[in-house]
């Protein structure tokens, strides 16, 4: 076997990361995965799950291409009572908690048709995964609820909770193995594999999932679909820091393009270097041979 052919099947064979929310929602929104997220839930929210319905997207391929900046979210329901939205974030929004009240209220909101009654209103949970710092103090996990200023052991609405959940805090934790929630995090964070390994000895139900991961990372559509968020995730990160140094609406826009250029260039440096196949670079990043080939000669 040649160097480029070993090269591409090490890149083949290598785990795509759980952190990146498509490769999350293939895993975990997978019909016949519903105990992982159950086993996650269950152990976050404190609660004895009976009964789950993940909503299983069979068009996610195509929303990805079609919306590539959108959130990819998975949505549960738990014992028919009570709605959950799980996302993950990696790029960093300094305004996480309007986004968070927006995507709950926006769950409340669409529950009710007019004239229905309040009383019909199910509770909805947010679990923000953040690959970024909100909070000031030390704890990874943080439980949210309106509460009276005077009287905080009361919680004022019941309808809408929400558990942030910031990655780089947990990362330097010291971590119990035998925690379900910790050793679900260190499984989705895929940063640390001794870790990884540790809680798999603990828990059969993130071993069962990383045993899938390893099935999904050898899915080339999976692959393909992986990397091109990876990329879109990119552009919008560029695009809006370009946007926001220049401080005003048209600045966002041109950044965006430019963004959207410098990342791809970016991308499709890092794969020529790692000796990926030019019609592989080409499938995801939409960019024909001839181009791909002038990014290699700068």
């Known amino acids: 076997m040649n160097t480029k052919s070993k090269n591409e099947e090490n890149i083949k064979n290598e785990k795509l990361s759980v952190k990146n929310d498509a490769?999350?929602?293939?895993?975990?929104?997978?019909?016949?995965?519903?105990?992982?997220?159950?086993?996650?839930?269950?152990?976050?929210?404190?609660?004895?799950?009976k009964e789950i319905e993940?909503?299983?997207?069979?068009?996610?391929?195509?929303?990805?291409k079609e919306d590539k900046y959108g959130v990819l979210d998975l949505r549960a329901r738990l014992n028919s009572e009570l709605e959950v939205d799980i996302e993950i974030q990696l790029t960093v929004y300094k305004?996480?908690?309007?986004?968070?009240?927006?995507y709950s209220t926006r769950m409340v909101s669409s529950q009710l048709v007019k004239g229905d009654d309040y009383k019909l209103?199910?509770?909805?949970?947010?679990?923000?995964?953040?690959?970024?710092?909100?909070?000031?103090f030390d704890k990874y996990i943080t439980k949210s609820a309106l509460v009276p200023e005077n009287h905080r052991e009361y919680t004022i609405d019941t309808l809408q909770t929400y558990y942030y959940i910031e990655l780089p805090k947990f990362r330097k934790s010291k971590i119990d193995a035998k925690n379900s929630v910790a050793g679900w995090l260190a499984f989705i964070d895929s940063e640390d594999e001794e870790r990884i390994a540790h809680v798999m000895e603990n828990n059969e139900k993130i071993k069962k999932a990383n045993e899938e991961l390893e099935i999904l990372s050898a899915d080339k559509e999976a692959r393909e679909l992986a990397e091109f968020r990876e990329s879109s995730l990119r552009e919008m990160?560029?695009?809006?820091?370009?946007?926001?140094?220049?401080?005003?609406?048209?600045?966002?826009?041109?950044g965006l393009k430019k963004g959207e250029e410098k990342a791809k260039i970016d991308m499709v440096k890092s794969m020529l270097k790692e000796n990926t196949s030019i019609d592989f670079i080409s499938k995801v990043t939409g960019l024909t041979k001839e181009e791909i080939l002038k990014v290699n000669e700068k």
């Open 23 to 49: 490769v999350f929602k293939l895993l975990f929104g997978k019909k016949g995965n519903e105990e992982f997220i159950k086993d996650f839930l269950s152990n976050l929210l404190e609660m004895d799950i």
């Open 54 to 64: 993940v909503d299983h997207d069979v068009a996610l391929a195509k929303k990805i």
């Open 95 to 102: 305004n996480m908690i309007q986004r968070a009240t927006f």
């Open 121 to 136: 209103i199910k509770p909805v949970i947010v679990v923000a995964i953040l690959d970024f710092e909100v909070f000031k």
């Open 237 to 254: 990160a560029s695009a809006k820091n370009y946007g926001y140094s220049l401080g005003k609406e048209d600045g966002l826009r041109d």
